[in-house]
């Protein structure tokens, strides 16, 4: 099987719980570092599925490696290889597929319940709402042709989907660990941003395994249903003699 392609802009955005799930699979992965200068690549032919993390810039940073994964996940489209993107990664989605990125109302930071669209619950195991986590200033349009999967009060468009492909605005793969690292990286801009959508680093941590636990059910459901549009290797059939 060819592997799945993880892309990671920034150590302190880890794959988590998403790279475990994949691993306890016998998924065959391949980390792709763009800014420690891994080379990305042009076409998706060599994988079987490509996910995109999340970011401290913003997709409309005119950079040179947000255009070229930007291509690739256009090329990706073309082949039918399925993509997943977190954050960063479903922003970067949306403008590949003909969406725009804008400055959201509020920031959004810390947990929140968001509610899963009637024709989307086949994705979340059948789960009308779902208490996500979240990081992030700007919000993605639902490109043309795709759906809505998620809505949140403060966020309108946290997910969508367009055939095999999802995107979130918010984070599933995230773990107890990479929670509090974020907390402690970025306890700054928990102090400087106040707002009805952005959390203190208390509330952000209290009943963490509680919550982790609970969001990593949902996960689970999104990302069995994405690997199910995973490419599997024909299995050859052999004549057992003349």
Request: with cysteine.
């Amino acid at each position: 099987m060819k592997p799945v392609a993880i892309f990671q802009h920034d150590k302190i955005q880890r794959p988590g719980y998403l790279l475990s799930f994949l691993q306890q699979r016998g998924i065959p992965t391949r980390i792709i570092a763009p800014m420690e200068g891994d080379p990305i690549p042009h076409s998706a032919e060599s994988f079987s599925g490509l996910i995109f993390l999340g970011s401290n810039g913003s997709v409309n940073d005119p950079l040179p490696w947000i255009a070229r994964e930007r291509l690739l996940m256009q090329d990706a489209v073309s082949r039918d290889v399925p993509i997943l993107g977190h954050c960063f990664g479903g922003q970067l989605l949306s403008t590949a597929l003909g969406g725009r990125v804008t400055r959201n109302a509020t920031p959004c930071i810390g947990w929140s319940k968001l509610r899963v669209t009637p024709d989307s619950r086949h994705w979340f195991g059948g789960a009308t709402e779902v208490n996500a986590f979240n990081w992030h200033y700007e919000t993605f349009s639902i490109p043309p042709g795709a759906k809505r999967t998620l809505f949140g009060t403060h966020c309108l468009n946290k997910g969508f989907s367009m055939g095999k492909h999802l995107a979130f605005q918010c984070h599933l793969e995230v773990t107890e660990e990479i929670v509090r690292d974020w907390c402690a990286e970025g306890h700054l801009e928990l102090e400087t941003n106040p707002g009805a959508a952005v959390q203190a680093e208390s509330q952000i941590l209290f009943g963490l395994p509680q919550r982790v636990a609970s969001l990593h059910k949902v996960a689970h459901s999104v990302y069995v249903q994405w690997m199910a549009g995973l490419p599997r290797p024909q299995t050859a059939h052999y004549c057992g003699g003349w």
